[in-house]
């Protein structure tokens, strides 16, 4: 049976299509529990994103790279991208990086009523690693409660980056966990899961026995719906809070403030390094690009594109330049940064005797014109923008670009051997890791579809992982972007050519603090309700 709230909701969706189809933004709003506009105080709000989770188990990803909500975690990222512990009380790591050790708190239960243990713990990252899912824990042995309030993690080799995962991985119950916990979880985290109508609306509520700060936002619901849905929800008031688009956050909307959070969820062109000599993938896809895999012609990209004008002209102002896969985190390196210098970018070219010999405004070499194929994917407004502004402005340099938006099926075989206009940003430096070591080209994989491989690099990248310290690995994870010679930035080998940050943007109702937002990586709504036990109403 539907409950009340859910009813409300539905009413709510069934009210923006009819806002949507009809063109009036204007229509009298339906109302929403705990959310009319009046005098009273409000503890409810209703948020409207874009991305559905497919699951709400740890286990199997849910809360990969960002914070669970229904769960609590060992540790947990503070501001700076340091970390806090949160069920730890203590925690040490062995002098060969191998064992790491936590004693946790004795006073969490579930919402079940059920102890939080030590064997929760234990059980939660064995399940995680038998599941293979997203959270990558292949350097994990094992990990075993040695005591009601004591965990030992015995790694196969030292990873420097287990702290970002322990930071977000939730714990499950061992006496409560099965095959529908992804769809109806308990947890211990600062809300409580309610219900969930696949495709439509999730709902949580404040755990009024949070070991930690009770959230002030008592209920909470999540609704799908893309951009175009969300900004008519808000215009007739339907929500507290919509995801929208560049394109649209130039509109004001009455009792709305707009809310632009800087991120690193950013979007750039991978491009083959190595030339196309018919070899293939192990999958049988063709690799290699007999354009791309000159750098002269990479470079020349990179300096010659302006990141700058692509996010006023494209995105409304609402991009920042990017110059690497991590920028703004402890472990970037700032001399990866770049200035755009056109008449460079043609030096570049013609100093490796690239000319215009047809007068076509494209530059050829020996025959071989200048011209490569971006692809992205269809329906992705943000990237066709981007790789559309970006090969104006490659053309300015005599350098062809055509854009091609395609599915991602297509993508995944033809990202070998075409550019992609492809998106990153994790607030783990593994992704690093993945993206550039030579252990991950050529896979059928997001990861590496460039082919890139360089010994001096990978040499950083593994000392980065088999860090004992936290100052150690990110000095190697900066020496491995550049370290005065080579690198992976744009001005070293540049397997990608950085263009821009996504802003994220959300249409806030007049009234609703969403605290303040650590740097967003990739998404924009996951990301967004990290910290969502810290919103208040003022």
Not at 99 to 128: P, Q
Not at 340 to 353: F, I, P, R, S
Request: with cysteine.
């Amino acid at each position: 049976m539907k409950t009340r709230r859910t009813i409300l909701v539905s009413l709510l969706v069934a009210a923006m299509l009819i806002t949507v189809f009809t063109g009036c933004g204007e229509n009298k709003p339906v109302a929403t529990q705990g959310n009319e506009n009046t005098d009273t105080a409000k503890d409810s709000a209703v948020i409207a994103i874009s991305s559905e989770p497919s699951s709400l188990d740890p286990c199997k990803g849910w809360g990969h790279g960002t914070t669970p909500l229904v769960q609590s975690t060992l540790v947990e990222y503070n501001q700076d991208m340091s970390f806090e512990k949160d069920l730890a009380t203590e925690y040490s790591v062995s002098d060969d990086g191998l064992v790491w050790t936590f004693k946790i708190r004795s006073d969490v239960k579930f919402t079940d009523g059920e102890t939080l243990t030590a064997s929760d713990v234990a059980f939660t990252f064995n399940t995680a690693k038998k599941s293979q899912s997203s959270l990558d824990l292949t350097f994990m042995d094992k990990a075993e409660a040695t005591s009601d309030d004591e965990v030992v993690f015995t790694l196969n080799r030292p990873t420097s980056t287990f702290l970002n995962t322990i930071a977000s991985t939730g714990i499950v119950p061992e006496h409560a966990y099965g095959e529908d916990y992804g769809t109806n979880p308990i947890g211990s985290g600062p809300f409580v899961f309610v219900q969930w109508n696949k495709g439509e609306q999730l709902m949580l509520k404040a755990n009024e026995d949070y070991y930690g700060k009770v959230p002030q936002i008592k209920d909470v619901t999540l609704v799908f719906m893309q951009e175009d849905a969300a900004f008519a929800a808000a215009k007739s008031g339907q929500v507290d809070v919509a995801l929208t688009s560049a394109t649209l956050a130039t509109a004001e909307i009455d009792g709305y403030y707009l809310k632009a959070v800087t991120s690193l969820d950013n979007r750039g062109m991978t491009l083959p390094v190595g030339p196309n000599e018919g070899k293939k993938t192990e999958s049988g896809y063709i690799y290699g690009n007999n354009v791309t895999c000159n750098l002269e012609i990479r470079q020349a990209l990179a300096y010659g594109i302006d990141r700058e004008r692509i996010a006023e002209e494209a995105l409304n102002g609402f991009a920042d330049p990017a110059y690497s896969e991590n920028d703004g985190m402890p472990w970037n390196n700032p001399d990866v940064k770049i200035d755009t210098d056109v008449e460079y970018a043609k030096k570049l070219l013609a100093d490796k005797g690239w000319k215009d010999s047809d007068g076509d405004g494209i530059v050829e070499k020996d025959g071989l014109k200048a011209e490569f194929t971006c692809i992205y994917p269809s329906g992705d407004s943000f990237r066709q923008a981007v790789a559309m502004a970006a090969a104006a402005q490659a053309k300015e340099i005599g350098i062809g670009i055509k854009v091609e938006g395609t599915s991602w099926d297509d993508i995944s075989k033809r990202m070998f051997s075409d550019a992609v206009l492809m998106g990153w940003g994790s607030s783990n430096p593994y992704t690093s890791y993945c993206l550039y070591h030579s252990d991950n080209m050529l896979k059928d994989d997001y990861y590496n579809p460039e082919g890139y491989a360089n010994t001096v690099v990978d040499g950083y990248l593994d000392a980065a992982m088999k860090a004992l310290t936290t100052d150690e690995a990110n000095e190697n994870w900066k020496k491995a972007q550049w370290d005065g010679t080579t690198g992976t930035a744009m001005k070293g080998d540049c397997p990608w050519v950085w263009l821009v940050n996504m802003q994220h943007l959300y249409y806030i109702r007049d009234g609703l603090d969403i605290g303040e937002q650590m740097l967003h990586a990739h998404g924009e709504s996951m990301p967004l309700i990290q910290n969502l036990k810290d919103w208040t109403w003022k």
